[in-house]
């Protein structure tokens, strides 16, 4: 499952819960408004019937014919939200705005407020309940008025939350530069490097888990040092009393008369010599994980591959083809011991488990792509896998380490290139490719 960034939730997380909280607010805030907006109509209604109604008795009383209904005319034609009907105690209409519906008041006169499901009502009553004033609202007017507000409260937040996004990111990156500088600092690692991760100002949070990775790689790096200094002393010990006792094995297999002693001088020799290699193996490998496997300065990779090709066609019949390119240097970063190293443990390993009657094929492109191939029969994918596992030998009938292609595999890591194993090899039926694909140096003059 693929792991999501602490900057990406907490960005998101903050933002979102500040954007939660400002929409509570924001409604808390409409609902009060609300409140308000529906006092202030109330009051208006209060205080507009208070301000007719005198006007309304006096209208009346002045009149000749006082029971007759008469509309109020307006100085100029406009849309009234407020409209009134005056009605004495039968509820006869005597006097009304011009705009006024009697259909949306209340038929039962009473005082007070009261709602419809169109329109909010006041009435108030004079000289002695016998004249009743009733105002009428729309409460659509209302409902605009409180949409109104509820815009102008949510409109800010619209414009403020890519802003406060933006700002949340910002802040939360910043403040986990020196965590992102920690993580550069992993990644950019090689797999030999176990020194001290040193990142300044990691927050209170990380810093003991620097540490204690910090300690880890220390004891790693000391367990790996005591494995390798073993192995490489142990090696290199056994090479003076190997010698000493092979040259006495063979001198008595010289001496020896025909017959089992000769025989058995004969197989202890190759026991000596195959433990002898052996010992070479183990300081090969020694050399390859304790690093300096990378040069101070780009290595021309041709002449130190034509010279080992040339050293192994001496002491093995030419067998060896090798096909060199165009190009007349191809620079890699690769320490010389190291890759002569690997070109002769791929070389032996193709002359040892390959068919003897086809030769080994060297090749090196510009692109400082390394090819070794030897023909024989196909290695099945899943032996293919686990043939450069240390002690992990192709066909166990020939005899060997099993440790070649681990060396290889080991110098190939460490420079940072790559290894495939291919079988059959690339253009034909049967036969096993190894490749190694270096980083090439573009900077070819030196």
Same mark, same amino acid.
């Given at each position: 499952?693929?792991?999501s960034?602490?900057?990406k939730?907490?960005?998101?997380g903050?933002t979102?819960?500040?954007t939660?909280?400002w929409l509570?607010a924001?409604?808390?805030a409409?609902?009060?408004?609300q409140?308000?907006l529906n006092e202030?109509f ?9 301000r007719i109604?005198?006007?309304?008795v ?5 009149r000749?014919e006082?029971?007759?209904?008469q509309?109020i005319?307006t ?6 939200y407020?409209?009134y009907?005056v009605?004495?105690a039968?509820g006869e ?8 519906n ?5 038929k039962?006169l009473r ?5 419809t499901?169109?329109?909010? /009502?006041y %009435?108030?009553s !004079?000289?002695r309940g016998? =004249?009743?004033? #009733?105002?009428a ?5 209302? &409902?605009?008025?409180?949409?109104e507000?509820?815009f102008?409260?949510l409109?800010p937040?619209?414009?403020l939350i ?6 949340t990111w910002?802040?939360?990156r910043i ?6 500088a920690y993580?550069?600092?992993v990644?950019?690692?090689g797999a030999?490097?176990?020194?001290p991760?040193k990142?300044a ?7 003991p ?5 910090n300690?880890l790689l220390e004891r790693l ?9 073993f ?9 003076t009393? /190997?010698? %000493?006792?092979l !040259?006495q094995?063979?001198r =008595?297999h010289? #001496?020896?008369?025909e017959?089992?002693l000769?025989? &058995?001088a ?8 195959d433990l002898a ?12 994980e304790g690093g300096?496997?990378l040069?101070e300065a780009?290595q021309?990779l ?5 010279h ?6 001496h002491s ?22 190291a890759?002569g190293?690997l ?6 390993n193709?002359?040892k488990?390959?068919?003897v009657?086809?030769p080994?094929?060297?090749?090196i492109?510009?692109q400082a ?6 023909g024989?029969?196909v290695?099945p994918e899943?032996?293919?896998?686990q043939?450069?596992?240390?002690f992990v030998?192709g066909?166990?009938?020939v005899s ?11 110098i190939?890591?460490?420079?940072g290139?790559t290894?495939?194993l291919?079988?059959?090899a690339?253009g034909?039926?049967?036969g096993f490719?190894?490749?190694?694909q270096f980083?090439a140096d573009?900077?070819?003059e030196r």
């Open positions: 499952m693929k792991s960034s602490l900057q939730r907490l960005g998101l903050l979102l819960g500040m939660l909280l509570g924001t409604v808390g409409w609902l009060v408004v409140h308000e202030a109330d009051s208006a209604l209060e205080e507009t019937a208070q109604l005198p006007l309304a006096l209208e009346i009383s002045n000749e006082s029971r007759e209904a509309h005319a100085l100029k034609v406009h849309k009234e407020l409209t009907l009605r004495d039968k209409i005597l006097m009304q705005s011009h705009d006024a009697p259909k949306i008041f209340n039962q005082e007070g407020f009261s709602t499901e169109k329109y909010r /009502l %009435a108030a !004079a000289l016998t =004249l009743f004033i #009733e105002i609202e729309p409460l659509g007017h209302r &409902r605009e008025a409180a949409r507000a509820l102008a409260l409109l937040l619209l414009a890519p802003i406060s996004l933006l700002g910002l802040f939360v403040s986990l530069r020196s965590v992102l993580r550069r600092a990644e950019a690692r030999g490097d176990l020194s991760i990142v100002r990691l927050p209170a949070e990380i810093d888990l620097a540490d204690a990775v300690h790096r000391k367990a790996l040092e005591a494995e390798r200094s192995t490489a002393n142990s090696a290199h010990e056994l090479r009393p /190997l010698a %000493a006792t !040259a094995i063979q =008595l010289h #001496e020896a008369p017959g089992s000769r025989l &058995r004969a197989k202890i020799e190759n026991s000596l010599r290699r052996l010992s070479e193996k183990l300081m090969q490998l020694a050399k390859a300096g496997l040069a780009p021309d041709i002449p130190l591959l034509a080992v090709v040339d050293e192994w066609n093995n019949g030419h067998r060896i083809g090798l096909q060199l390119p165009d190009e007349a240097s191809v620079y890699s970063a690769i320490d010389p011991d890759f190293i070109v002769r443990n791929l070389i032996e193709a002359l488990y390959g068919a009657n086809q080994v094929e060297v090749s492109t510009g792509l390394l090819r070794v191939v030897n024989g029969p290695v899943s032996v293919l896998q043939l450069t596992e240390r030998r066909r166990s009938e060997g380490s099993g440790l070649g292609l681990a060396i290889a595999k080991t190939v890591q460490g420079v290139a290894m495939t291919v079988s059959p690339t034909r039926e049967e490719e190894v490749r190694v980083c573009t900077k070819n």
